[in-house]
């Protein structure tokens, strides 16, 4: 594939200013985004002579300054991204790599309008791969899962994601995480439900943990701020558990090593609707249905204020 930068509009940094951003071009380099605290390369590829960066530029400081929100700062720096663009609109894959420098490619439409950006999950998801270490192919489940339950979770403030959108994401998919036939722990999982939903799941369930241990003062989130704040990211590698006993240490619980003991190394099955039950949150037809009364109705109702 050709992959030349296509040229930079001045534009850019005019209109990015707004959304707390700097953006310039290097003369026959990347357009270079300085935002949340981190920079950005920005390599488009396929897009035409006349094509303006703008919505991307936006969508990318968007999307950092989420994250960011989350993890209390943006987890890596430099981060190279690569956006391979194609004649239509909304995003069809993405990785993040860091074996050569933190790294990000999304294959993204180049007519997508800005409103179809700001609800696109793929740029917020390998962001967050950002901020966790390389870790032995077995425990892929967690490496997928974090991001999965993170994305919804970091951007339901600012108005980006009400609660309705992620309860109706977490009652249809985290069933696809249960184990099936003869599925084990979590560990070795490569079932796309499993390794993407069955990792959600245990993040799912380490937040209730850490919320209901500390009455919900401390959450997962203070869980992988640490990590980030002891100098992972994904440029580097780790163990699980040595990773897992960092994040409990900022709960000041050990409700991370208990569950990956439990749902990584065993055949762990929770029961799903009495989890949803105790949370007060059920599906009825398309319409998410909540409970105030539930036992775990103020646990519910903190996970999605979680953003920062
Ligand atoms: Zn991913």
């Known amino acids: 594939m050709n992959r030349s930068p296509v040229r930079r509009l001045p534009a850019v940094a005019l209109l990015t200013l707004a959304l707390g951003s700097a953006a310039h071009a ?28 703008t919505p991307l530029v936006d969508w990318l400081t968007d999307a950092a300054n ?13 981060v190279r991204v690569d956006l391979d ?17 933190a790294r990000i490619a999304v294959t993204v439409g180049g ?16 962001m967050i791969h950002l901020a966790l270490p390389r870790l032995p192919r077995a425990h892929h489940w967690l490496v997928e899962g974090l991001p999965t339950y993170l994305e919804s979770i970091s951007r339901a403030r600012h108005g980006k994601l009400d609660d309705d959108f992620i309860w109706r994401g977490f009652l249809r998919g985290m069933p696809h995480g249960l184990p099936r036939g003869t599925e084990a722990g979590l560990d ?75 749902a990584g190394l065993g055949r762990w099955a929770p029961d799903l609707k009495a989890l949803w039950r105790a949370l007060g949150v059920e599906l009825s037809g398309d319409a998410v249905v909540y409970d105030d009364d539930a036992p775990l109705a103020a646990v519910r109702r903190a996970i999605t204020m979680d953003a920062g």
């Open 188 to 262: 070795g999982s490569t079932r796309w439900g499993r390794v993407y939903w069955g990792g959600a799941l245990f993040c799912l369930y380490a937040d209730i943990g850490i919320r209901r241990a500390t009455n919900n003062e401390r959450s997962l989130r203070d869980a992988v701020r640490a990590i980030v704040d002891a100098g992972h990211d994904l440029t580097d590698k780790a163990e699980l558990e040595p990773l897992l006993s960092i994040a409990d240490r900022a709960t000041g619980t050990t409700v991370l090593t208990e569950l990956y003991r439990v």
């Open 66 to 78: 989420t994250v960011s929100r989350y993890y209390g700062r943006f987890p890596a720096s430099p």
């Open 111 to 126: 007519f997508s309008s800005p409103a179809e950006l700001a609800r696109d999950w793929r740029l917020v998801h390998e």
């Open 26 to 53: 290097r003369a026959d380099g990347p357009i270079v985004v300085d935002t949340a605290g981190a920079r950005f390369e920005l390599y488009l590829h396929e897009a035409p002579a006349d094509f303006d960066p």
């Open 85 to 101: 663009l194609f004649p239509g609109g909304g995003t069809v894959g993405g990785s993040a790599s860091g074996d050569e420098g």
